[in-house]
Nanobody, 122 residues
């Protein structure tokens, strides 16, 4: 069993930055891929970014060049650095984990955190 806990959400003005963290417990974190997803009110949950166990990353087109995903295996933590935030980035952000290789597909992840709210004001 894996437990994921997100932190770092909050309220920020457009153009600002936030760093989200996703801390895992309960399994060998170094062999896990972690993805970030987000869900805005009235919308489906969507892929944001992911990092595989080797540190390779991929991003949704909407966040490329603004968001950076990274991992610190010593701390069992994955980070999502979000810069140049826009009002359309407002959503609940979730991290999810699966073994080895990342995916953009929600259903391919085995474990999910509870989410953290990010609100970007205009």
């Amino acid at each position: 069993q894996v437990q994921l806990v997100e932190a770092g959400g909050g309220l920020v003005q457009a153009g600002g930055s936030l760093r989200l963290s996703c801390t895992a417990s309960g399994r060998t974190f170094s062999t896990s891929a972690v993805g970030w997803f987000r869900q805005a009110p009235g919308k489906e949950r969507e892929f944001v970014a992911a990092i595989n166990y080797r540190g390779n990353t991929n991003y949704a087109d909407s966040v490329k060049g603004r968001f950076t995903i990274s991992r610190d295996n010593a701390k069992n933590t994955v980070y999502l650095q979000m810069n140049i935030l826009k009002p359309e980035d407002t959503a609940v952000y979730f991290c999810a984990a699966r073994t080895y290789y990342s995916s953009t597909v929600l259903s391919q992840y085995d474990y999910w955190g509870q989410g953290t709210q990010v609100t970007v004001s205009s």
